[in-house]
Protein backbone atom coordinates (compact mmCIF):
# COMPACT_ATOMS: atom_id res chain seq x y z
CA UNK A 1 0.00 0.00 0.00
CA UNK A 2 1.05 3.24 -0.71
CA UNK A 3 2.12 5.40 2.49
CA UNK A 4 -0.17 7.93 4.27
CA UNK A 5 2.14 10.82 3.06
CA UNK A 6 1.18 10.11 -0.11
CA UNK A 7 -0.39 13.61 -1.44
CA UNK A 8 -1.03 12.54 -4.98
CA UNK A 9 -1.00 9.41 -6.71
CA UNK A 10 -1.06 10.46 -10.48
CA UNK A 11 0.47 14.27 -10.76
CA UNK A 12 0.75 15.53 -14.91
CA UNK A 13 2.14 19.10 -15.25
CA UNK A 14 1.98 19.82 -18.77
CA UNK A 15 2.18 16.49 -20.65
CA UNK A 16 2.50 16.57 -24.15
CA UNK A 17 3.02 13.36 -26.53
CA UNK A 18 4.23 12.65 -30.18
CA UNK A 19 4.35 9.76 -31.74
CA UNK A 20 7.59 9.09 -34.02
CA UNK A 21 5.10 9.55 -37.33
CA UNK A 22 4.40 13.46 -36.15
CA UNK A 23 0.93 12.35 -34.43
CA UNK A 24 0.04 14.75 -31.48
CA UNK A 25 -1.54 12.25 -29.25
CA UNK A 26 -1.53 14.57 -26.43
CA UNK A 27 -1.27 18.27 -25.73
CA UNK A 28 -0.49 19.74 -22.42
CA UNK A 29 -2.09 17.37 -20.52
CA UNK A 30 -2.57 18.96 -16.22
CA UNK A 31 -4.07 15.69 -14.42
CA UNK A 32 -4.20 15.25 -10.40
CA UNK A 33 -5.14 11.48 -8.85
CA UNK A 34 -5.17 11.42 -5.47
CA UNK A 35 -4.60 8.09 -3.11
CA UNK A 36 -7.25 5.31 -3.26
CA UNK A 37 -9.01 7.87 -5.60
CA UNK A 38 -10.73 5.83 -8.45
CA UNK A 39 -11.29 7.68 -11.37
CA UNK A 40 -12.32 7.18 -15.66
CA UNK A 41 -10.95 8.88 -18.41
CA UNK A 42 -13.60 9.12 -21.09
CA UNK A 43 -13.69 10.41 -24.68
CA UNK A 44 -14.01 9.63 -28.23
CA UNK A 45 -11.94 7.32 -30.24
CA UNK A 46 -8.69 8.52 -30.92
CA UNK A 47 -9.13 10.79 -27.97
CA UNK A 48 -5.82 9.77 -26.75
CA UNK A 49 -6.81 7.75 -23.53
CA UNK A 50 -4.63 4.71 -24.18
CA UNK A 51 -1.60 6.71 -24.94
CA UNK A 52 -2.12 8.41 -21.71
CA UNK A 53 -2.43 5.44 -19.60
CA UNK A 54 0.90 3.65 -20.97
CA UNK A 55 2.56 7.44 -19.85
CA UNK A 56 2.08 6.24 -16.55
CA UNK A 57 4.83 3.22 -16.34
CA UNK A 58 7.17 4.84 -18.76
CA UNK A 59 6.21 2.70 -21.62
CA UNK A 60 6.23 6.08 -23.72
CA UNK A 61 8.32 8.75 -22.68
CA UNK A 62 6.07 11.73 -22.89
CA UNK A 63 7.27 15.81 -22.57
CA UNK A 64 6.42 17.56 -19.15
CA UNK A 65 6.60 15.90 -15.56
CA UNK A 66 4.91 12.85 -14.46
CA UNK A 67 5.33 12.14 -10.68
CA UNK A 68 3.54 8.76 -9.32
CA UNK A 69 3.77 8.88 -5.69
CA UNK A 70 5.95 12.05 -5.69
CA UNK A 71 8.16 10.17 -7.33
CA UNK A 72 9.34 12.07 -11.00
CA UNK A 73 8.80 9.23 -13.84
CA UNK A 74 12.50 9.33 -15.08
CA UNK A 75 15.15 7.14 -16.03
CA UNK A 76 16.73 7.05 -13.17
CA UNK A 77 13.43 6.31 -11.22
CA UNK A 78 11.71 3.94 -14.01
CA UNK A 79 12.49 0.79 -12.69
CA UNK A 80 11.02 1.40 -9.29
CA UNK A 81 7.73 2.89 -10.78
CA UNK A 82 7.16 0.16 -12.50
CA UNK A 83 6.96 -2.06 -9.61
CA UNK A 84 4.24 0.43 -8.56
CA UNK A 85 1.93 0.97 -11.61
CA UNK A 86 0.19 -1.92 -13.14
CA UNK A 87 -0.95 -1.37 -16.46
CA UNK A 88 -3.70 -3.47 -17.74
CA UNK A 89 -3.49 -4.07 -21.16
CA UNK A 90 -6.86 -3.55 -23.46
CA UNK A 91 -6.31 -6.89 -25.16
CA UNK A 92 -5.49 -9.72 -22.56
CA UNK A 93 -3.75 -11.79 -24.89
CA UNK A 94 -0.89 -8.69 -24.88
CA UNK A 95 -0.22 -10.21 -21.28
CA UNK A 96 -0.58 -13.77 -21.46
CA UNK A 97 1.91 -15.51 -22.93
CA UNK A 98 3.48 -18.20 -20.82
CA UNK A 99 2.37 -21.78 -21.03
CA UNK A 100 0.49 -21.81 -17.51
CA UNK A 101 -1.93 -19.04 -15.62
CA UNK A 102 0.67 -19.42 -12.93
CA UNK A 103 3.67 -18.70 -14.71
CA UNK A 104 1.70 -15.75 -16.56
CA UNK A 105 0.61 -14.36 -12.78
CA UNK A 106 4.49 -15.71 -11.49
CA UNK A 107 6.38 -13.85 -14.33
CA UNK A 108 6.45 -10.06 -12.45
CA UNK A 109 7.29 -11.37 -9.11
CA UNK A 110 9.90 -14.09 -10.56
CA UNK A 111 11.53 -11.24 -12.22
CA UNK A 112 12.08 -9.07 -9.32
CA UNK A 113 14.22 -11.47 -7.99
CA UNK A 114 11.10 -12.96 -5.44
CA UNK A 115 11.06 -16.24 -3.67
CA UNK A 116 9.31 -18.94 -4.51
CA UNK A 117 7.14 -19.14 -1.57
CA UNK A 118 6.36 -15.82 -1.38
CA UNK A 119 5.71 -15.76 -5.01
CA UNK A 120 3.20 -18.89 -4.92
CA UNK A 121 1.41 -17.11 -2.15
CA UNK A 122 0.51 -13.74 -4.00
CA UNK A 123 -0.22 -16.14 -7.09
CA UNK A 124 -3.02 -18.13 -5.21
CA UNK A 125 -4.17 -14.57 -3.61
CA UNK A 126 -4.23 -12.32 -6.91
CA UNK A 127 -6.12 -15.64 -8.69
CA UNK A 128 -8.72 -15.73 -5.41
CA UNK A 129 -9.52 -11.97 -5.62
CA UNK A 130 -10.87 -12.18 -9.20
CA UNK A 131 -12.75 -15.14 -8.75
CA UNK A 132 -10.12 -17.67 -10.95
CA UNK A 133 -9.40 -19.83 -7.89
CA UNK A 134 -7.81 -22.90 -8.61
CA UNK A 135 -6.52 -21.74 -12.51
CA UNK A 136 -3.31 -22.55 -12.05
CA UNK A 137 -2.53 -24.99 -13.96
CA UNK A 138 -4.89 -24.25 -17.07
CA UNK A 139 -3.69 -22.38 -20.21
CA UNK A 140 -4.46 -18.66 -20.95
CA UNK A 141 -4.86 -20.62 -24.48
CA UNK A 142 -8.22 -22.43 -23.27
CA UNK A 143 -9.71 -19.82 -21.07
CA UNK A 144 -12.80 -17.71 -22.60
CA UNK A 145 -12.07 -14.03 -22.96
CA UNK A 146 -13.48 -13.03 -19.69
CA UNK A 147 -11.60 -15.51 -17.83
CA UNK A 148 -8.44 -13.67 -19.88
CA UNK A 149 -9.38 -10.26 -19.36
CA UNK A 150 -10.03 -11.65 -15.24
CA UNK A 151 -6.64 -13.13 -15.29
CA UNK A 152 -4.74 -10.16 -17.27
CA UNK A 153 -5.91 -8.20 -13.80
CA UNK A 154 -4.53 -10.63 -11.77
CA UNK A 155 -1.43 -11.20 -13.59
CA UNK A 156 -0.78 -6.91 -12.40
CA UNK A 157 -2.24 -7.66 -8.46
CA UNK A 158 0.98 -10.55 -8.16
CA UNK A 159 3.15 -7.24 -7.98
CA UNK A 160 0.81 -6.08 -5.68
CA UNK A 161 0.65 -2.52 -7.11
CA UNK A 162 0.13 1.03 -5.59
CA UNK A 163 -2.18 2.25 -8.79
CA UNK A 164 -3.51 0.04 -11.70
CA UNK A 165 -4.33 1.62 -14.93
CA UNK A 166 -6.93 -0.59 -16.86
CA UNK A 167 -7.59 0.58 -20.53
CA UNK A 168 -11.37 -0.38 -21.14
CA UNK A 169 -11.34 -3.41 -18.28
CA UNK A 170 -15.00 -4.36 -19.17
CA UNK A 171 -14.60 -4.30 -23.33
CA UNK A 172 -16.68 -7.28 -25.07
CA UNK A 173 -17.67 -8.80 -21.79
CA UNK A 174 -21.03 -10.53 -21.37
CA UNK A 175 -23.13 -9.54 -18.67
CA UNK A 176 -22.04 -11.71 -16.23
CA UNK A 177 -17.84 -10.98 -16.93
CA UNK A 178 -18.39 -7.21 -16.94
CA UNK A 179 -19.96 -7.66 -13.57
CA UNK A 180 -17.66 -9.51 -11.96
CA UNK A 181 -14.62 -7.17 -13.07
CA UNK A 182 -17.14 -4.12 -11.85
CA UNK A 183 -17.31 -6.08 -8.73
CA UNK A 184 -13.63 -6.34 -8.29
CA UNK A 185 -13.05 -2.36 -8.81
CA UNK A 186 -15.62 -1.82 -5.52
CA UNK A 187 -13.83 -4.09 -3.60
CA UNK A 188 -10.25 -3.80 -4.43
CA UNK A 189 -8.71 -0.63 -2.17
CA UNK A 190 -6.27 0.12 -4.98
CA UNK A 191 -6.01 3.61 -6.39
CA UNK A 192 -7.27 3.53 -9.96
CA UNK A 193 -7.45 4.72 -13.51
CA UNK A 194 -9.47 3.38 -16.03
CA UNK A 195 -10.59 4.48 -19.60
CA UNK A 196 -13.74 2.99 -20.65
CA UNK A 197 -16.90 3.80 -23.12
CA UNK A 198 -19.08 1.89 -20.66
CA UNK A 199 -20.75 4.97 -19.05
CA UNK A 200 -22.90 2.99 -17.01
CA UNK A 201 -19.78 0.96 -15.49
CA UNK A 202 -18.17 4.31 -14.50
CA UNK A 203 -21.48 5.60 -12.60
CA UNK A 204 -21.31 2.30 -10.57
CA UNK A 205 -17.17 2.28 -9.58
CA UNK A 206 -15.69 5.65 -10.45
CA UNK A 207 -15.73 8.91 -8.16
CA UNK A 208 -14.11 11.14 -11.40
CA UNK A 209 -14.02 11.41 -14.73
CA UNK A 210 -11.76 13.35 -16.87
CA UNK A 211 -12.82 13.79 -20.46
CA UNK A 212 -10.10 14.06 -23.02
CA UNK A 213 -10.88 14.68 -26.56
CA UNK A 214 -7.78 15.38 -29.11
CA UNK A 215 -5.46 14.85 -26.80
CA UNK A 216 -6.63 17.30 -24.69
CA UNK A 217 -8.72 17.70 -21.05
CA UNK A 218 -11.53 18.99 -21.94
CA UNK A 219 -13.53 19.24 -18.59
CA UNK A 220 -13.28 16.71 -15.40
CA UNK A 221 -15.20 16.60 -12.04
CA UNK A 222 -17.40 14.26 -10.44
CA UNK A 223 -18.73 11.47 -12.13
CA UNK A 224 -22.18 12.95 -11.69
CA UNK A 225 -21.55 16.54 -12.48
CA UNK A 226 -19.64 15.38 -15.83
CA UNK A 227 -22.06 12.31 -16.98
CA UNK A 228 -25.25 14.27 -16.46
CA UNK A 229 -23.96 16.77 -18.88
CA UNK A 230 -25.67 15.88 -21.76
CA UNK A 231 -24.30 19.15 -23.86
CA UNK A 232 -20.59 18.59 -22.84
CA UNK A 233 -21.36 14.84 -23.66
CA UNK A 234 -22.33 15.77 -27.09
CA UNK A 235 -20.17 18.04 -27.76
CA UNK A 236 -17.71 15.65 -27.45
CA UNK A 237 -19.16 12.93 -29.40
CA UNK A 238 -20.46 10.79 -26.17
CA UNK A 239 -23.83 9.84 -25.10
CA UNK A 240 -25.17 10.11 -21.14
CA UNK A 241 -25.61 6.60 -19.10
CA UNK A 242 -28.06 4.67 -20.08
CA UNK A 243 -29.72 5.03 -16.89
CA UNK A 244 -29.74 8.90 -16.87
CA UNK A 245 -30.58 8.81 -20.74
N1 LIG B 1 1.57 3.91 -32.87
C1 LIG B 1 0.99 5.04 -33.26
N2 LIG B 1 1.57 5.83 -34.17
C2 LIG B 1 1.00 7.00 -34.56
N3 LIG B 1 -0.15 7.48 -34.05
C3 LIG B 1 -0.77 6.72 -33.13
C4 LIG B 1 -0.25 5.47 -32.68
N4 LIG B 1 -1.09 4.94 -31.77
C5 LIG B 1 -2.09 5.85 -31.65
N5 LIG B 1 -1.90 6.92 -32.46
C6 LIG B 1 -2.77 8.10 -32.60
O1 LIG B 1 -2.81 8.78 -31.35
C7 LIG B 1 -4.10 9.31 -31.09
C8 LIG B 1 -4.60 8.77 -29.74
O2 LIG B 1 -4.78 7.38 -29.83
P1 LIG B 1 -5.21 6.49 -28.58
O3 LIG B 1 -5.09 5.08 -28.97
O4 LIG B 1 -4.49 6.97 -27.38
O5 LIG B 1 -6.75 6.92 -28.46
P2 LIG B 1 -7.89 6.33 -27.52
O6 LIG B 1 -8.53 7.52 -26.86
O7 LIG B 1 -7.37 5.27 -26.66
O8 LIG B 1 -8.95 5.75 -28.58
P3 LIG B 1 -9.93 4.46 -28.49
O9 LIG B 1 -11.17 4.92 -27.79
O10 LIG B 1 -10.21 4.17 -29.95
O11 LIG B 1 -9.20 3.34 -27.80
C9 LIG B 1 -4.96 8.90 -32.29
O12 LIG B 1 -4.99 10.00 -33.16
C10 LIG B 1 -4.20 7.75 -32.90
O13 LIG B 1 -4.42 7.69 -34.30
MG1 LIG C 1 -7.76 3.24 -26.48
Redesign the pocket.
Known sequence: MFSENHKTAVYCNNVSYV???G?Q?LKNINFRLLPGEKAAII??????????LQLLNGIKRPQGEIKIFETLLSEKNLRNIKTHVGLVF?NPDDQLFCPTIFDDLAFGPVNLGMKEDETESRVTKALMDVGLQGYEKRSSLHLSYGERKLAAIASILTMNPWLIAM??PTSNLDPLHRRKIIQWINRSNLTCLL?T?DMDMITETCQKVVL?NK?QVMAEGETKKILKDKKLLEENDLELPLKWQ
Do not use: R
Open positions: YPDTAGPNGAGKSTFQDETHFG
